[in-house]
């Protein structure tokens, strides 16, 4: 009986033994977390890096302690509300959201100035004149930074000041914000409010996921969760129902693909599968099929002086949708549309350019940063999966990689 038992014993340590040294690297802690729901990021890839991150993966230090920099100054900025604002919109409420378009300018051939004139892709510094424009961006960023740093590291401070720049921003009666964008990108002379303006909440889709990874915290109450969701829930009839709301649903460009992606987002957050299925069931012949020629080249983001910028601007916004397609059961990362445009047409296209040396040959009057393309590129690695795209990463200076954010969300592929 005891030879029995010893046998047995030594069957299941050789089985264990046998077991461990098939498993991928890092396959046993990345087992232990419970990956995050979210929406356009990869829950199992962010729980392998919060694994990696608490058994400390030196590879991932740089990017980490760039995280906790930015999650630290977070901690003391803001917070960030539309009623800050001295100026008051037309409707006389300092809660409605107001913004003026970037690239216009006022006219120097009249003494007023008005009505103001566009000049593609030169941001008038205006914008940032007591305009709610930049608040949001700041608000956004902070809590995405907070959040993500929160759920890694496991800093309470982070999560809790996440959620208090919610609150002021969503909920607090005093400081909340009108769930509309009646007056965003107005154009002096011209309109106190546009369609395209919806352009400046394009955030929310990314928001969307650090209010996932804070509800996975369980320190974000659940009373302020559902607060969000019902202001998510009454912009996304906003977005759906405006006249404003519906120019920016036509608009052939990547207004129209983050018009798309935002309905999608806020539609999956507060539980409407049907809407952001339809939305991205629609996003193959609206946009995929509008914007992409076979060979890659969209040809509405090229017209602009900013052609690289916008190229992978509507590029992002096409992975978004693609990545919440996964979620619904929609197929936008291999579509391919009859004429034979594709998201991945698309990024082979630009992919190229991830090279500094290898010049972009179409308009572009600001400065490429570096790592323009990582993301993109690490994103259609993760979908496409081998090793898709790894000449043109490797093409991209390592010193604008080590300590990205993006070695976090889509982290270089560990072999044994």
């Known amino acids: 009986m005891r030879a029995m038992l010893l046998r047995a014993a030594l069957a299941l340590t050789l089985l264990a033994h ?9 396959a046993p802690a990345a087992a ?42 977070a901690l003391r900025e803001g917070p960030f509300t539309v009623t800050a604002k001295k100026r008051v919109p037309a409707s006389g409420d300092r809660h409605d959201y107001m913004s003026v ?135 996304l009839g906003w977005l759906r129902d405006s006249k404003i709301g519906r120019d920016e649903q036509r608009s052939a460009n990547n207004h129209g693909s983050w018009y798309d992606a935002q309905v999608a987002a806020l539609a999956l957050y507060v539980g409407d599968t049907a809407t952001a299925r339809s939305t991205l069931e629609r996003a193959k012949t609206l946009r995929i099929v509008r914007q992409i020629r076979p060979d890659g080249r969209q040809p509405l983001e090229l017209a602009r002086t900013r052609s690289l910028h916008y190229s992978v601007f509507n590029l992002d916004a096409l992975m978004d949708l693609a990545e919440m397609g996964r979620k619904v059961g929609v197929d936008l990362w291999g579509y391919r549309s009859p004429q034979g445009g594709s998201i991945r047409g698309a990024l082979d296209y630009v992919a190229p350019y991830a090279d500094p040396a290898k010049k972009w040959p179409g308009q572009e009057i600001t400065t490429i940063e570096p790592d323009l393309l990582l993301e993109p590129l690490r994103r259609a690695r993760a979908a496409y999966g081998g090793d898709a795209y790894a000449a043109p990463l490797a093409r991209i200076p390592a010193s604008a990689v080590s300590a990205s954010r993006v070695q976090l969300l889509y982290p270089e592929v560990t072999r044994p």
């Open 18 to 26: 046998a077991a461990h040294a098939q498993a991928p690297a890092l």
């Open 32 to 73: 232990r977390e419970a990956a995050p729901r979210l929406l356009v990021l990869r829950g199992d890839l962010l729980a392998s890096t919060r694994a990696r991150v608490r058994g400390g993966d030196p590879s991932l230090k740089p990017a980490v302690d760039a995280l906790v920099h930015d999650a630290d100054r």
């Open 101 to 235: 378009g970037p690239y216009w300018w006022p006219d120097p051939s009249r003494p007023n100035g008005l009505p103001y004139v566009r000049r593609d892709g030169q941001r008038n510094p205006e914008t940032t004149n007591d305009y709610d424009s930049p608040r949001q961006a700041a608000m956004v960023d902070a809590v995405e930074t907070l959040a993500l740093a929160g759920y890694l590291t496991g800093n309470a401070a982070y999560t809790d000041r996440a959620a208090y720049l919610l609150r002021v921003w969503y909920l607090d009666p005093a400081t909340r914000m009108n769930p509309n964008l009646r007056f965003g990108q107005a154009v002096p002379g011209r309109t106190e409010g546009r369609g395209t303006g919806i352009i400046d909440t394009h955030r929310l889709v990314r928001l969307a996921d650090a209010l996932g990874l804070l509800a996975a915290s369980g320190r974000w109450p659940a009373a302020e969760q559902q607060g969000v969701r019902d202001w998510m829930r009454a912009y």
